[in-house]
């Protein structure tokens, strides 16, 4: 099964900057989809970006995807404390919901 | 208020013990599932049931046995306990099976084998 893989593996930043995360995928998808996790806590879906689609926003989240590179981005604007968490992207290449999640990155806001 | 709500959230055991967690869910979604995140932080699904039928068994050993009473509850007990299974085990679920449907993930059950 294919595998998401987020670059950079940690980054951190002041609050207020932008953070970008990228994601890269093997096989071709039906959506893609992203997910926050706190520190020992459950993942939180954050956005779902399809197939067909190039760039979709929900709030501060701005995400793109180039199916020609298999690869996707998470963009994070006017980034705050609370956003510190680990960013999972997860490919969705089947049915039946199967998701296979990429291995996460760290992203620490600085106050 | 708890959507996905999984018991215990922390489990020490011995090898070779058996054990199980439970997991339930009261958004009325007709799937669930379970996930294994390992100490990388890899997250893996290991299993799916939509309205308590297997739909995906994911090259698990088959010391983990999922059971799943009716759709709002899904368990996982393990046989014989090792060490490489010490992780942690999201339960969670989405309304449909189907492709594209988000899925709402519990808190974790910490298990750790000694």
């Known amino acids: 099964s294919q595998q998401g893989e987020e670059d950079p593996q940690a980054l951190s930043i002041q609050e207020g900057e932008n953070a970008t995360m990228n994601c890269s995928y093997k096989t071709s998808i039906n959506n893609l989809q992203w997910y926050r996790q706190n520190s020992g806590r459950g993942l939180v879906h954050l956005i779902l970006i399809r197939s067909n689609e190039r760039e979709k926003h929900s709030g501060r989240l701005r995400v793109t995807l180039d199916t020609s590179k298999k690869s996707s981005s998470l963009l994070i604007t006017a980034s705050r404390a609370a956003d510190t968490a680990s960013y999972f992207c997860a490919t969705d290449a089947g049915g039946n919901n199967r998701l296979a999640f990429g291995k996460g990155n760290q992203v620490v806001v600085i106050p | 208020d708890t959507a996905v709500s999984q018991t215990p959230k922390y489990l020490v055991t011995q090898m070779g013990n058996d054990k199980s967690i439970k997991c339930e869910q009261n958004l009325g979604h007709d799937t669930m599932y379970w996930y294994k995140q390992d100490s990388k932080k890899f997250l893996k699904i290991m299993f799916s049931y939509n309205n308590k039928e297997l739909i995906i068994n994911e090259t698990v050993p088959n010391r983990f046995s999922p059971k799943s009473p009716d759709k709002a509850h899904l368990n996982l007990h393990i046989n014989s306990l090792e060490l490489g299974d010490s992780a942690v085990y999201f339960c969670?679920?989405?309304?449909?099976?189907?492709?594209?449907?988000?899925?709402?993930f519990g808190e974790g059950s910490w298990l750790t084998v000694v």
């Open positions: 969670a679920s989405s309304p449909r099976q189907h492709s594209g449907n988000t899925i709402y």
